[in-house]
């Protein structure tokens, strides 16, 4: 099996030093994103990256992860769609326009729109849905820490579980543990997740499964570099190239922002499947 083998404290340390460059530019529209969980238990397993990547992570001078970090823009466009795009500045110190419009209307006044536009940090992982093995990996996006690591963000509630005396491997796709996220409540406002490490280390599969799995993964690679400038302007070129509403249910995403008041009280708890953790906001 060609995937690579490491400690979780190498896992999370990667992550943590990610560079946020890529060598090429993700293709729109060929990615199996994980949908937005529904009520009750999801159990997801990580795909650890396959071996070819280690050359990658040794350019980028960080340690091998699962977790490819980078910056977003998310919102809603004039028309009736959303506009998805890695933020050229924070990512790679050019000009952005949704940036440079984020700060005029905080300097105008209007911080709640200003908020909506503003760069949020998000990480990718590869993950296989237990009840849907067949649609092979996934992409899950998940909050990140933009600043200090306050326990707030979807990424450091699952590195948590992979941390400290009863830390489980989440990464091992042999001896690893899956995954499990608990949805109660349908709307932004009153939905509560629970994230929890199963109780029994499970094989993601057989020797054939997993090569196949880890063959399959989306190359987050790719996913991490800021958009192009040609492509970014195309998306702005109607005017006004945004608008404003509140989210609802079906916009409930996936706690984009490190900080609670960005996150209308979606509330996150966590802990082992034995001995549930602490509240946190999403």
Known sequence: MSYISFSTDDVLQGAKDSQDRSEKERVAGETNYLPKFKEGETVLRIVPPPAEWLEWFQAQG???????????????????????????????????????ESKRLYNAGDDNLGKKLRAKRIAYVNVIDRDNEELGPQVWEMSYPSGEWKGY?????????????????????????????????????????????????RPLGNDTQ??????????????????DEKWVNEQLKDEPWYTYREMDDEDEGYGYGDDPADNAAAELVVGDAENNGDDFNF
């Open 210 to 227: 997993i090569q196949l799995f880890v063959e399959q993964q989306a190359d987050l690679r790719t996913f991490v570099g800021a958009s």
């Open 62 to 100: 960080v340690r091998p992860t699962p977790f490819f970090p980078t910056w977003k823009h998310f919102f809603q466009s004039s028309g009736d769609g959303w506009v998805n795009l890695r933020c050229p500045s924070k990512i790679a110190g050019g000009v952005c326009p949704v940036c440079s």
């Open 153 to 201: 963000t979807m990424y450091e509630r699952v590195a948590g579980l992979m941390q400290g005396r009863a830390a489980r491997n989440l990464i091992d796709p042999v001896a690893g543990f899956d995954l499990i996220v608990t949805r109660k409540g349908t709307g932004f406002k009153d939905t509560r997740y629970t994230v929890q490490a199963d109780l029994e280390a």
